[in-house]
Nanobody
């Protein structure tokens, strides 16, 4: 499966943004999906994950209550709705896919999109 993340941009603190991840090559319904991010000068970190049918989600503590991961398997799309954005949310955001169960661990994801930059100004 090939993944492409989009929707990033430059926003102000408190704004909202929705990232999209489009899948091609195979049905995204086969995969659990995750969003990860790499802040400037830092390691890649887990943001959110959703299982294959969308019935289970899990979030990193820093984004809990502000970000929502969702998916539309019919459209082969996964989304990350981000609200109340903070400067510390500035990062390159990546979507990723893996077979079997959702995971917060990036090494177990087999497929990755190219990333989309999110910059939040104060």
């Amino acid at each position: 499966v090939q993944l492409q993340a989009s929707g990033g941009g430059l926003v102000q603190a408190g704004d909202s943004l929705r990232l999209s991840c489009s899948a091609s090559g195979r049905s995204v319904s086969r995969y659990s999906m995750g969003w990860f991010r790499r802040p400037p000068g830092k390691e890649r970190e887990f943001v959110a994950t959703i299982n294959s049918n969308g019935g289970s989600t899990y979030y990193a503590d820093p984004v809990k209550g502000r970000f929502t991961i969702s998916r539309d398997n019919a459209k082969n799309m996964v989304y990350l709705q981000m609200t109340s954005l903070k400067p510390e949310d500035t990062a390159i955001y990546y979507c990723a896919a893996r077979t079997f169960y959702s995971s917060t661990s990036s090494p177990v994801y087999q497929y990755w999109g190219q990333g989309t930059q999110v910059t939040v100004s104060s």
